[in-house]
Nanobody, 125 residues
Framework: QLQLVESGGGLVQPGGSLRLSCAAS????????IGWFRQAPGKEREGVSCIDSSGGITKYADSVKGRFTISRDNAENTVYLQMNSLKAEDTAVYYC??????????????????WGKGTLVTVSS
C-alpha cells in the first residue's frame, strides 16, 4: 500500500508562489506516475499536472501551463508542485495521487489508485 501526504499549502497573495510537496511512503514511488489534483469549493475535482515514474514526462492543465511546474525526487520519494503567479481562481484543496505506471502517464488523470488527504491553498489579498 502506498501512502501519500501533501504539505506546503497556505495563504498567499495573488501573484505569489507556493511549493507543494507529496511525500510517498509504504512503497517506493519509483514505479508510479503521480498527479496533482485540486477541488475548489462547489466545483468538481480537476487534474492539474502529472509526472511519470522517471520524471521525464509531464503534462499540465491549460489553466496552469507556464505557471506551475511539477517535479520529483525519487531518492526522497517526493513529488513537488511549484506554483507561481498564483491567482484567486487557484484557491482549492490540492491532492496528490499515484498510479502504478512505468514511464507512462496513461493513468493520469482518471485511473489513479492512491490518494492523499489534501492541503488547502488560498490565494487572497
Amino acid at each position: 500500500q502506498l501512502q501519500l501526504v501533501e504539505s506546503g499549502g497556505g495563504l498567499v497573495q495573488p501573484g505569489g508562489s507556493l511549493r507543494l510537496s507529496c511525500a510517498a511512503s509504504g512503497r517506493t514511488a519509483d514505479y508510479y506516475a503521480i498527479g496533482w489534483f485540486r477541488q475548489a469549493p462547489g466545483k468538481e475535482r480537476e487534474g492539474v499536472s502529472c509526472i511519470d515514474s522517471s520524471g521525464g514526462i509531464t503534462k499540465y492543465a491549460d489553466s496552469v501551463k507556464g505557471r506551475f511546474t511539477i517535479s520529483r525526487d525519487n531518492a526522497e520519494n517526493t513529488v513537488y508542485l511549484q506554483m507561481n503567479s498564483l491567482k484567486a481562481e487557484d484557491t482549492a484543496v490540492y491532492y496528490c495521487a499515484a498510479a502504478r505506471a512505468y514511464y507512462s502517464l496513461a493513468p493520469c488523470y482518471y485511473a489513479m489508485d492512491y490518494w492523499g488527504k489534501g492541503t488547502l491553498v488560498t490565494v487572497s489579498s
